[in-house]
């Protein structure tokens, strides 16, 4: 929030939603390609999992440092009050979060990985093309 502050004070709104729409274009085709394991990372996985609150705290702090919605929370901050960003982002990360587990159990044992891919990619494009539109409609 800090840094997406100190970003929309010193840079005009339109070259960072621009910045912003490639970058959710950049989502959505890492989205579709997808992530995979190595063995090694596997084998980590599976010995971490004996210590499963520490392992999901550590694996989660990690995973958020440089993700998307870090980068969505910056974009956001640059045009908006920053204690109502960092308490929206704060707040919606939790309940986000609560509902991901609910919905993604639920759907994952009902889609296959690929529907979901595909339809995580979507909303990515939909963001970026929002986003690129405002840029160049300033």
Do not use: C, Q, Y
Not at 46 to 59: D, F, G, L, Q, Y
Not at 66 to 71: A, I, P, R, Y
């Amino acid at each position: 929030v800090g840094i997406g502050a100190a970003m929309g004070a010193a840079l005009p709104t339109r070259p960072i939603n621009a910045i912003a729409a490639v970058a959710f274009l950049g989502f959505g085709f890492w989205t579709l390609r997808g992530d995979e394991l190595t063995a090694d990372e596997e084998e980590r996985a599976k010995r971490a999992t004996r210590h499963v609150i520490v392992s999901v705290a550590t694996v989660f702090f990690l995973a958020e440092l440089g993700d998307k919605t870090m980068l969505a929370t910056i974009t956001l901050a640059t045009r908006e009050g920053v204690i109502g960003t960092w308490l929206g982002s704060t707040v919606g990360m939790g309940a986000a979060d609560a509902l991901a587990i609910v919905v993604g159990r639920a759907l994952g044992a009902r889609l296959p990985e690929r529907t979901i891919r595909i339809a995580a990619a979507v909303s990515f494009f939909a963001f970026a093309i929002l986003l690129g539109v405002d840029a160049v409609a300033g």
